[in-house]
């Protein structure tokens, strides 16, 4: 459990001066003044990594103690349902990896504090998640009501790359009106994308990324046909982050520019 875990305050040091340089660059970038959630990629990094940054330990007493970080993000189900497992429930949890539909249910059944799935991109795997919530909801053990929804990001293919998950832009509207109308459990909260890397390494907050503005294009578009006032959009990663939130991003999932290069998956150690 996290207080057996051995946190080594130089690393803790270093991870929260990076953070803190992330946020500062996002503040600087963000010039419409809406917020900009920062998810802290963790995936393939130690859960101490994750405990520095949500429990820092109490530095020098000089400097007041850093804000602990509350959203991180994990790409793979075996992987988060150890981490979660081992760290404090108030951590909120993305997971914005590929997924497997028959992971589904269980991710959203066991991980009472998964906050979010940002990778949801077929009715088959909307099904499970809200079947795992509902489940979750009813065993009744961890103070989850009805209410308190899972979040859902539908991830939409915008460079149209045969590699990459994600709905066709044109396909967005029917599965996010699936997820509004059938699955009770979960909320619709907004669109995500990754697009081209070749796209992404050119982004800058003058050199508008396409991937972004079909993002966008087809957020502003299923927002009116649902009537929805509210849909947020999740784009931008260590390379383009900045690029993003110039184009209105309300979401950033950022990891090697916080925990550094990640280990081969062969390699990496909870
Ligand atoms: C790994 C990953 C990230 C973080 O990538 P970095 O380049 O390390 O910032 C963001 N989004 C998704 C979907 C990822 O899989």
Not at 143 to 158: H, Y
Not at 182 to 189: A, E
Request: aromatic residues 4%; glycine residues 8%; negative net charge.
């Amino acid at each position: 459990m996290a207080e057996d875990m051995q946190i080594n305050p130089q690393r803790a040091k270093q991870l929260s001066e990076n953070l803190a340089s992330i946020s500062s660059r996002i503040n600087a970038a963000n010039k419409s003044g809406g917020q900009v959630r920062l998810i802290a990629v963790s995936k393939l990094k130690p859960a101490t990594d994750v405990l520095s940054l949500h429990s820092p330990p109490s530095s020098s007493s000089s400097q007041p103690p850093s804000p602990p970080h509350t959203h991180f993000g994990e790409n793979y189900v075996q992987e988060l349902l150890e981490k979660s497992k081992i760290l404090p429930r108030s951590i909120q949890w993305h997971f914005i990896g590929g997924l497997q539909s028959n992971k589904c249910k269980q991710l959203a059944e066991q991980i009472p504090n998964l906050w979010c799935v940002s990778s949801v991109d077929s009715v088959k795997k909307a099904d499970g998640l809200e079947k795992g919530r509902k489940a979750l909801v009813e065993a009744g053990d961890n103070n989850i009501t009805a209410e308190d929804k899972l979040n859902i990001k539908v991830q939409v293919n915008t460079s149209g790359e045969e590699s990459k998950s994600g709905v066709e832009p044109g396909d967005t509207l029917a599965l996010c009106r699936y997820i509004m109308d059938k699955c009770p459990h979960l909320k619709l909260s907004g669109l995500m994308t990754i697009g081209a890397i070749a796209r992404s390494k050119e982004t800058t907050p003058e050199n508008e990324n396409e991937d972004f503005v079909t993002l966008r294009e087809t957020r502003d578009s299923v927002a009116k046909e649902l009537g929805l006032e509210e849909l947020e959009l999740s784009m931008g990663m260590s390379s383009d982050f900045e690029g993003a939130i110039a184009m209105g991003s309300s979401e950033v999932r950022v990891g090697s520019e916080i925990f550094g290069e990640r280990p081969p998956k062969k390699d990496a150690v909870v």
